[in-house]
């Protein structure tokens, strides 16, 4: 199954990525997950992301179209992926395609998670993710048992810099200028499915794994 899912920030989109990447064992490639694993190891890729996502910009799109190309190369990806977090402008959806031209295959769906911007705020501003496994925590929706302690690992909780309320804001302007377009493009070659991103983690896998079962993909 090759899916990419589509939304604002603040969607849901990293956290359902992972339920079904454990559910449908196909890795999880998140072009923000790298981004900031480059960042935090000083790696060449992470020198020229950084202030980029300080802001709340995009990377440049050779930038990730790069690590894009090379990742759903690899020999995990072969049975299947789930991208987050890109493709995030035009350029990168046109690089996509033809990566995927070049290997003979094609996406099956994208997951277009509708959500409304009071959502969105409410769930950055209250997120947490561990130091340690990268788990994602609201602190009121999916809170962790220990305040501050990852359920899994152990490891501290903190708030991503990019949560802050000013980059949240630019973040919510960026996707709607430069972004929301693919939802046209991709509903244009008929792979678009909505899903409400409002809803609970629960019900909005309930409703995705019914549709997989629909399109005859699992
Ligand atoms: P990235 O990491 O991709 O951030 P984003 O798209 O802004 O998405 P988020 O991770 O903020 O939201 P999400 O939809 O995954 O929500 P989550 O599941 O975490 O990108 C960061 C930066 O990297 C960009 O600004 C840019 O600079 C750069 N970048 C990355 N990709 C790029 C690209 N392709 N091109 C150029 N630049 C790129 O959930 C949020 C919170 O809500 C969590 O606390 C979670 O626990 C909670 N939650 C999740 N789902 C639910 C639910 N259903 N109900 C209740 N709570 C929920």
Known sequence: MRLVLLGPPGAGKGTQAKVLSQTYAIPHISTGDILREAV???????????AYMDKGELVPDDVVNQIVVERIGEDDAARGFIL???PRTRVQAQRLDESLGELGIALDLVL???TSNRVAIARLSGRRVCRKCGANFHITNIPPKVNGVCDHCGGELYQRPDDSEETVKNRLVVYEQQTKE???YYRGKGLLRTVSGDLDVQEVFVILSK???DEGLV
């Open 211 to 213: 549709m997989f079962k």
């Open 182 to 184: 693919l939802v046209e």
């Open 40 to 50: 935090k190891n000083n790696a060449p890729v992470g020198k020229k992301a950084k």
């Open 84 to 86: 987050d977090g890109f």
């Open 112 to 114: 277009y998670f509708e």
